[in-house]
């Protein structure tokens, strides 16, 4: 084993995958939800995605940050490429290393610019509708990752690496409140990636090296830590994306272990994605989201794809 600057013994990739998936052998039982692959979404050769990060949807259309590209690729909900949203640069409606989306409820696209240090918003269409540049209380300029967005779009909750922090702003960009700072205590976080609502309207926040998920109301109050440091079914090690089901449960991308696992909302494990008996192995699952059919869509970064999934009931 090595040890990383953060003090956590890191497992070779192998032994990590042999302590989850053949830990269970002799008896014990690994707790599978079924989740049934349907296709993949890559955009084909012309249009192929490079690194992606994060998905969302809409009833008709999917959009995916192909960050590798400098944009957001939209596809209808077979995976066919239809257009795309934003090009490399500084000027209104381009991006540069997009990183985290969301959407309102009139549609709006809601793009977490990483480089340009704001969110960058669209219309349906693909058609530039304002950039909020973002900066913390002091003045200094914010490097979003994720965002969520309320409903009516009035209000936005955006994860912050430079102060390993939380963000809220209103639709114009200006500050409201942040809470976090660098640590491993009950509300901060060690580099916060994903931010979501729960379907109690909760903020779900992965905090990818404290290896945790943590609930919060929306003024900041500390909830509940989902997960905690391991290698073993209901534990996490490098948690990245989290999607909520039709159930309310929350779903949990691992790109260490290459595995998505369900928790309920009080931190209980519950089960690892599979069918057949065997979990599904997704190399670096990052960003996901359900849509309305409780289909799964499991960004993998690396593998340059989106993966599709019919999740049982």
Same mark, same amino acid.
């Given at each position: 084993?090595?040890?990383?600057?953060?003090?956590?013994?890191?497992?070779?990739?192998?032994?990590?995958?042999?302590?989850?998936?053949?830990?269970?052998?002799?008896?014990?039982?690994?707790?599978?939800?079924?989740?049934?692959?349907?296709?993949?979404? $890559?955009?084909?050769?012309?249009?192929?995605?490079?690194?992606?990060?994060?998905?969302?949807?809409?009833?008709?259309?999917?959009?995916? %940050?192909?960050? @590798?590209?400098?944009?957001?690729?939209?596809?209808?909900?077979?995976?066919?490429?239809?257009?795309?949203?934003?090009?490399? @640069? #500084?000027?209104?409606?381009?991006?540069?290393?997009?990183?985290?989306?969301?959407?309102?409820?009139?549609?709006?696209?809601?793009?977490? $610019?990483?480089?340009?240090?704001?969110?960058?918003?669209?219309?349906?269409?693909?058609?530039?509708?304002?950039?909020?540049?973002?900066?913390?209380?002091?003045?200094?300029?914010?490097?979003?990752?994720?965002?969520?967005? #309320?409903? $009516?779009?009035?209000?936005?909750?955006?994860?912050?690496?430079?102060?390993?922090? %939380?963000?809220?702003?209103?639709?114009?960009?200006?500050?409201?409140?942040?809470?976090?700072?660098?640590?491993?205590?009950?509300?901060?976080?060690?580099?916060?990636?994903?931010?979501?609502?729960?379907?109690?309207?909760?903020?779900?926040?992965?905090?990818?090296?404290?290896?945790?998920?943590?609930?919060?109301?929306?003024?900041?109050?500390?909830? %509940?830590?989902?997960?905690?440091?391991?290698?073993?079914?209901?534990?996490?090690?490098?948690?990245?994306?989290?999607?909520?089901?039709?159930?309310?449960?929350?779903?949990?991308?691992?790109?260490?272990?290459?595995?998505?696992?369900?928790?309920?909302? $009080?931190?209980?494990?519950?089960?690892?994605?599979?069918?057949?008996?065997?979990?599904?192995?997704?190399?670096?699952?990052?960003?996901?989201?359900?849509?309305?059919?409780?289909?799964?869509?499991?960004?993998?970064?690396?593998?340059?794809? %989106?993966?599709?999934?019919?999740?049982?009931?």
């Amino acid at each position: 084993m090595t040890k990383t600057k953060q003090g956590i013994n890191k497992y070779p990739l192998w032994l990590a995958l042999l302590l989850l998936f053949a830990g269970h052998a002799g008896g014990a039982v690994l707790p599978l939800g079924e989740a049934r692959a349907l296709f993949d979404i $890559d955009g084909g050769t012309a249009t192929q995605l490079s690194l992606p990060s994060d998905v969302a949807t809409t009833r008709e259309r999917v959009y995916v %940050v192909d960050g @590798g590209n400098h944009r957001i690729a939209v596809f209808d909900r077979q995976g066919k490429y239809l257009f795309a949203m934003g090009r490399e @640069g #500084e000027g209104p409606g381009e991006l540069t290393a997009p990183v985290g989306i969301a959407l309102d409820e009139q549609g709006r696209v809601y793009v977490a $610019d990483r480089g340009n240090g704001r969110i960058e918003v669209f219309g349906s269409a693909g058609n530039p509708l304002r950039s909020l540049q973002l900066k913390h209380q002091d003045g200094s300029p914010v490097r979003p990752i994720d965002v969520a967005v #309320e409903a $009516d779009g009035q209000r936005l909750y955006i994860t912050s690496n430079d102060r390993h922090s %939380v963000l809220v702003v209103d639709a114009t960009g200006r500050w409201i409140r942040e809470w976090g700072s660098n640590g491993a205590e009950e509300g901060d976080f060690r580099y916060p990636a994903t931010i979501t609502f729960t379907r109690e309207g909760k903020l779900a926040v992965t905090d990818v090296l404290n290896t945790r998920i943590q609930l919060f109301e929306k003024n900041g109050d500390f909830l %509940v830590q989902v997960g905690r440091w391991g290698v073993l079914p209901g534990q996490l090690f490098r948690p990245k994306g989290i999607a909520v089901d039709r159930q309310g449960h929350l779903l949990v991308s691992d790109s260490y272990l290459g595995v998505v696992q369900a928790f309920s909302d $009080d931190g209980t494990f519950l089960y690892i994605l599979g069918s057949k008996n065997q979990p599904h192995r997704l190399g670096t699952p990052v960003g996901m989201t359900v849509d309305n059919e409780n289909r799964l869509y499991v960004v993998r970064m690396q593998e340059n794809k %989106v993966s599709v999934f019919a999740l049982g009931n």
